[in-house]
């Protein structure tokens, strides 16, 4: 994992170093002054970015007990269909649908005109032999409580 920390302070060193030959350049007219100035402007870019990446988290969070799942529908707003095994159990069912609530929902999913976020999870049936054998297992609804400003989660499972 990179350390954003550690990367500020090389770069911000790097960015003096440049910064004095900048100024050294510009005094004594070198001729490559004005790249030392492009030099020393994106280091500042690079430093400020890597500053502001440390107050970034960059952590994956992983669900015990989840299980794998595939997205068969996304409408890119509000509702995300995953297809899971059907041998789950509760259990592995409730702390799947969580997985994919952390991998799938960000905020850019809610609208002014809806405030939730439903996925639902499905299978398919093996007693089934139709063209439409997928069983609903059970649905996730993360709903922004406009109140306190939070998110409730709403877990269903139907079998």
């Not at 041998?87 to 409730?94: I, M, R, V, Y």
């Not at 093996?126 to 709403?154: A, C, H, P, R």
């Amino acid at each position: 994992m990179l350390e954003f920390s550690l990367l500020t302070k090389i770069t911000f060193g790097f960015t003096i170093l440049f910064l004095i030959l900048s100024i050294i350049g510009i005094i004594k007219g070198w001729k490559p002054r004005f790249q030392f100035i492009g030099i020393t402007s994106f280091l500042c870019l690079l430093t400020i970015s890597f500053f502001v990446f440390t107050f970034v988290p960059f952590t994956h969070k992983i669900v015990p007990g989840s299980q794998k799942y595939r997205v068969v529908f996304d409408d890119g707003a509000a509702q995300v269909v995953i297809a899971v095994s059907s041998k789950l159990n509760k259990n592995e069912l409730t702390a799947t649908l969580e997985q994919a609530s952390s991998d799938l929902f960000s905020s850019g999913r809610l609208s002014r005109d809806n405030n939730s976020f439903i996925i639902k999870a499905r299978a398919l049936s093996d007693s089934q032999i139709t063209s439409n054998n997928s069983i609903y297992l059970g649905e996730l609804d993360k709903t922004l409580n406009l109140t306190t400003n939070n998110f409730d989660t709403i877990i269903k499972i139907y079998k």
